[in-house]
């Protein structure tokens, strides 16, 4: 039987078929540096992409989870420092291209620190954050829109990697040519820190 490396490589070289879901769990696999360049062999910017990858592996642990999961332990103030980081960058962004955001990108935002249980049903709602989502997800779409399969499933293998498109995007921002620093979203992400984006308030739990 192939291993899940094997089939990424057949793809790649044409010799098989496969639906993009099926490498999920390419880069929890194989994680290694040797098995990292194998992966990303041929795509333009390797190395950059490469680096970022072993950079976001590194920063957590499969241990206890399907998913790669942070590191705990940032302290409240670091954590709401990074999440108005990237909270500015999202406004940047938003309002450079027309998409939605609820307050001009000066504006500082009222910042509260809840539980994860209070902000995960959060995540579903049609709030400003679901917006924002809509807006990048829209915009890399497009951006990408004639790149070839191949990349597209390497987009999927990095969102397996932690079941977050913003950290794929991240990894992946050498091949991206939009100008929105994911670095932001990494640096808050590696810190164990989840936002919410609503009409007057930042929501952050750790």
């Known amino acids: 039987m192939s ?3 094997d089939d990424w490589l057949a793809y790649r070289q044409g010799r098989a078929d496969f639906d993009k879901s099926h490498f999920l769990g390419l880069f929890k696999a194989y994680p290694g540096d040797s098995q990292l360049s194998r992966i990303l062999s041929g795509f333009p910017q390797a190395l950059a992409i490469q680096e970022r990858a072993r950079q976001v592996l590194a920063s957590g642990s499969l241990e206890h989870s399907l998913y790669l999961l942070p590191t705990p332990g940032t302290d409240q103030a670091r954590l709401k420092s990074a999440a108005l980081e990237w909270w500015h960058e999202q406004a940047r ?5 027309g998409g939605p955001w609820p307050e001009q990108p000066d504006w500082q935002p009222q910042v509260q620190c809840v ?3 209070e902000l995960y049903p959060l995540l579903q709602r049609d709030v400003p954050n679901a917006w924002v989502f809509e807006h ?3 915009a890399l779409i497009d951006d990408l829109k004639d790149a070839d399969a191949q990349v597209h499933a390497l987009l999927e293998a990095l969102y397996g990697i ?4 913003y950290l794929a995007w991240y990894i992946a921002t050498p091949l991206i040519a939009l100008d929105i620093d994911f670095s932001r979203y990494f640096e808050f992400w590696r810190q164990g820190g989840i936002s919410v984006v609503l009409e007057d308030r930042l929501l952050v739990a750790g």
């Open 93 to 97: 962004f938003c309002v450079a291209t």
């Open 3 to 5: 291993s899940l490396l």
């Open 115 to 117: 539980s994860r249980d």
């Open 162 to 165: 932690a079941a977050d498109y």
């Open 136 to 138: 990048i997800a829209d």
